[in-house]
């Protein structure tokens, strides 16, 4: 997500060098540019846009992880398209929202880290061990845990199960 969120600063930075150089094109009047100075304009002002989009996208798929694959997608096509627009924010920027944009799209939910509760308990990921024990594992007979189906003696007291 950082990646992405760099990575669309560079590509909004090369759109705001692209337009600036298209409009002093324009301003300059140089015998045989003709609209070469609107044209570069354009392409500064889409990369802007583009840039935007992916800093945008970088925050929306912190913020909410359920959309990541769509938002990956997102970044990873404007990132491609902004060579056209603004050289790929330096190529610098292309390569991090490129990266950036497959890091989204191949992330997996589970592979987040554990999320504070409101009663300031720690909680896994469902699919860890601790959730599977609770879900559909064994209780120690003498003290009473959780233990994961297949397990041989109790983590908590070392009780043979």
Known sequence: MVLSLIGGIFIL????VFAFAGSLISSLNV????NAGDIVTVLGILGLIF???????????????????MWG????VLSLVSWVTS??????????????????IV???SMAPPVMTSSGMMSQ??????????????????????VAAGTTKCPNCGAMI
């Open 107 to 109: 992330f997996k939910p």
């Open 125 to 146: 990921p469902v699919g860890t061990s601790s959730s599977m024990a609770s879900m559909g594992g064994l209780k120690c007979p003498a003290c009473g845990a959780s």
């Open 51 to 69: 840039g935007l989009v992916i800093i945008v996208g970088s925050f929306m798929m912190y913020s909410k992880p359920t959309s990541h694959t």
């Open 87 to 104: 050289l790929g924010g330096f190529v610098i920027g292309f390569l991090l929202a490129l990266i950036g944009g497959i890091l989204g």
């Open 73 to 76: 997608v997102i970044i990873l």
């Open 31 to 34: 015998t045989g540019t003709g």
């Open 13 to 16: 930075l090369g759109g705001l």
